[in-house]
């Protein structure tokens, strides 16, 4: 059983051939910008079980420090992936159709959350990034 995602607009389509993990949730404020929303809802893939179905050319990247960056639909503006030093290093959840068979289990930088959002119950929540 493969994963699939696609954008708001469907033009861009990936799947994954294998299983999402570590799946988080940043309350930071980079996040909050970067997903449009309260906080971030993402997971990582393994970079050779990921692939492009269609409309690999309408992505868009933004890259910041430390060589980790996001790919958006520049039709639909949908934020899809991350991505690292160029490869995908894990792709956003509100994008991946269907049941992808995980759940948040983590809140992070839940001490930097918007005056406005009230952090869901359940998955460990921490006030910076996880501990090592
Ligand atoms: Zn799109
Ligand atoms: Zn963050």
Same mark, same amino acid.
């Given at each position: 059983?493969? #994963?699939?995602?696609?954008?708001?607009?469907?033009?861009?389509?990936?799947? #994954?051939?294998?299983?999402?993990?570590?799946?988080?949730?940043?309350?930071?404020?980079?996040?909050?910008?970067?997903?449009?929303?309260?906080?971030?809802?993402?997971?990582?893939?393994?970079?050779? &079980?990921?692939?492009?179905?269609?409309?690999?050319?309408?992505?868009?990247?933004?890259?910041?420090?430390?060589?980790?960056?996001? &790919?958006?639909?520049?039709?639909?503006?949908?934020?899809?992936?991350? #991505?690292?030093?160029?490869?995908?290093?894990?792709?956003?959840?509100?994008?991946?159709?269907?049941?992808?068979? #995980?759940?948040?289990?983590?809140?992070?930088?839940?001490?930097?959350?918007?005056?406005?959002?009230?952090?869901?119950?359940?998955?460990? &929540?921490?006030?910076?990034?996880?501990?090592?």
């Amino acid at each position: 059983m493969s #994963i699939t995602g696609e954008c708001f607009c469907g033009e861009v389509k990936y799947q #994954i051939n294998g299983k999402l993990r570590d799946a988080r949730s940043c309350h930071c404020s980079r996040c909050r910008k970067a997903f449009s929303s309260q906080a971030s809802a993402y997971a990582l893939v393994e970079p050779s &079980q990921f692939s492009w179905m269609s409309g690999k050319e309408l992505l868009t990247s933004y890259v910041g420090q430390h060589g980790f960056g996001l &790919q958006f639909c520049k039709v639909c503006g949908s934020t899809i992936c991350g #991505i690292y030093n160029g490869e995908v290093h894990g792709v956003t959840l509100g994008c991946v159709n269907g049941d992808p068979d #995980i759940e948040l289990g983590m809140h992070i930088y839940v001490g930097s959350k918007a005056s406005w959002e009230k952090v869901p119950e359940g998955g460990a &929540q921490y006030i910076e990034g996880r501990p090592d």
